[in-house]
C-alpha cells in the first residue's frame, strides 16, 4: 500500500526530494475545517509548509515505492459560482456549487478528484487513468525527464 498518492506533474519534483532532499515528509492539518489535508515537503525543508499544519511530520518517506503516481484524465467540466468566505479572507464554492461538485466527484467514482481552471471558473472533474509507484515512474519516465528539464525552464 501507497503512504502517498501524487499527480504526475509532481513526479519529478518528489523524486528529487527523494534522492537529494532526504526523502519526503508528510504533514498532517490541525485545521478542523480541512482535517483530511495532507502536505508533502523535502525532508530537510526549515519549519511547516503551512500555518496550520502539525507542528512535526507524521512521517518520513525515503522509498519511491511507497508513493504512487497517478496520471489522471478529464471526466467532465462544471462551472462553479463563488463566494466570499465569512471571514473575508478567502473564497468558497457556494452551497450549490460545492453539492454539484460532489455530486459529480460521486458519479466519477474512486479516485476522482477535482482542480479549478480559473480562466474558465471551471472544476475540472479528473479520473485516474493510469497508476504506477514512483519507482517505475522513475524507472520509465525520469532519465527523459531530466534530458529535458534544462530546456522547459529556458536555461542553456
Do not use: C
Not at 101 to 127: C, H, M, P, R, W
Not at 142 to 153: P, R, S
Request: aromatic share 10%; proline share 4%.
Amino acid at each position: 500500500m501507497y503512504k502517498l498518492t501524487i499527480n504526475i506533474k509532481h513526479a519529478a519534483l518528489h523524486v528529487e526530494w527523494i534522492t537529494e532532499r532526504g526523502g519526503v515528509a508528510l504533514w498532517h492539518s490541525l485545521d478542523l475545517g480541512r482535517p483530511d489535508t495532507i502536505w508533502s515537503t523535502p525532508a530537510n525543508a526549515n519549519g511547516r509548509p503551512h500555518w496550520s499544519a502539525d507542528t512535526a511530520p507524521y512521517a518520513l518517506i525515503t522509498d519511491p515505492a511507497e508513493i504512487a503516481v497517478v496520471q489522471y484524465t478529464e471526466f467532465k467540466r462544471i462551472h462553479v459560482a463563488l463566494r466570499v468566505s465569512g471571514n473575508g479572507l478567502s473564497v468558497k464554492l457556494t452551497d450549490a456549487s460545492n453539492g454539484r461538485l460532489n455530486k459529480y466527484l460521486a458519479k466519477a467514482g474512486e479516485g476522482a478528484t477535482y482542480e479549478f481552471d480559473y480562466g474558465s471558473q471551471e472544476a475540472v472533474i479528473l479520473v485516474p487513468k493510469e497508476t504506477v509507484s514512483l519507482a517505475a515512474w522513475m524507472a520509465a519516465s525520469y532519465v527523459e525527464y531530466q534530458a529535458t528539464k534544462g530546456k522547459d525552464n529556458g536555461s542553456h
